[in-house]
C-alpha cells in the first residue's frame, strides 16, 4: 500500500439476499483515497453510491452483505473487525454526513449536546469543559454566527442550511480521516448549497480530511473533486482525475452523463436536457458482456458478448473494450 493512502478498496462485492434471488448492488469495485484527497461517486440513481458508503461504514443493511473484497483503511482491513471494533471507527476515523439534515439531527437535544455526543463516546480523555469548549469551536468553524448562545438551541431553531453545518460539525468532532458525504446539498437551496461547499473546501484545506463525495451534481464535482470514479449498476466503469473525466470523458457512460448537465448556450441556459436513453440493467439478472452496452452510441457485437476488462489510460482507469491500449479517440470505433 502506497504510504499516501488512506483507504484502498478492493474488489468489493456487496449483494442482497432477496426471495427473488441475489441482487448484484456492487460487483467488484476498487479505488483509493489518497490522504486529503477529495474523491467524488457519481452515477445515476441506484448504481449502488450509497451502499459503497454503507459497506465502508459497516452498516449494509440486511438482507445485504459484503461478500467479497478489502476495504483497507490505512492498510487495516475494516472488514476483518468485530461490530464493536467497528464502532469504534464509525465517528472517530470514519464519520458521514446524510443527505437530509432534519432527520439526521434529533429534534429535543440542543445542537451543541448533540455535537459534544461523539467526543463523550470516542474522547474520554476529555473533560466537560473542555468538550465544550471544542463543540464551540467546531460552530465557529463551520462558521455558524454566534456559537456560545446558539450551542444552546435546538435543530428547528436553524435553518436547513446551518443544520447541515451542524451535521458537519459532528462529524469532525473527532478529526476523523475520512469524511463522507451522501449528497449533502441535495436538500438545499442553491446559495446555501455553495456556502457549504465552499465551506467543504475550507475544511479540506484546513484539516486535511479526506472526502469522500458521494454527487449527482457534475457542478458539485467539479468544484471539490480531485478525483472522479463514474459507478454504473455496481461497478466502476471510469476512475481518472477530476481534469481527465472532464477534458476528455473515456467511457461512453461517463459521455452521456457529462452530455446530461444542464449547458448554457449564448447566455441560455437550455431547458432541454440531454437524457440517457434506455434503462438501467436488472441487477437480480446474469447479464452477459458490458452492463452499459444496451444504451451505448458506440457498442458493437462483441460489447453484447464480453464483459470489458479494466484498461489503464493517461492518469486513471476506465472499463471499455474501446481502450485495449491508450489510443487516441479519432482512431476509436
Ligand atoms: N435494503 C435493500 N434491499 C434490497 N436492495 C437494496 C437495498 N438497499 C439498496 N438496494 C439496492 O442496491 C442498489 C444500490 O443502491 P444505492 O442506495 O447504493 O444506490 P445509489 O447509487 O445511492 O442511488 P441514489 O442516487 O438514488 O441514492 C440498488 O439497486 C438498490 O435497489
Ligand atoms: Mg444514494
Redesign the pocket.
Known sequence: MHENTLLEVNNLRTH?F?EKGV?K??DGISFRVAKGETLALV??????????A?SIMGLV????KVVDGEILLNGEDLLQKTQKEMRQVRGSRITMIFQEPMTALNPVFTIGWQIMEPLRYHRKDLTKAEAKERAIELLDLLRIPLPRQRFHEYPHQLSGGMRQRVLIAMALACDPDLLIC??PTTALDVTVQAQILDLLLEIKEKLGTSIIM?T?DLGVVREIADRVAI?YA?KIVEENSTHEVFNQPRHPYTEALLNSVPRIVQGERQEELYQIPGMVPN?LKTHQGCLFAPRCDYAKELCFGVTPEEHLVLGGLVACRRYSEEVDLRELN
Open positions: 442482497f432477496l441482487l448492488a456492487i452515477g445515476e440513481s441506484g448504481c449502488g453510491k450509497s451502499l459503497t454503507a443493511p440486511s438482507p445485504g451522501d449528497e458521494i449527482h459507478m455496481g441487477l
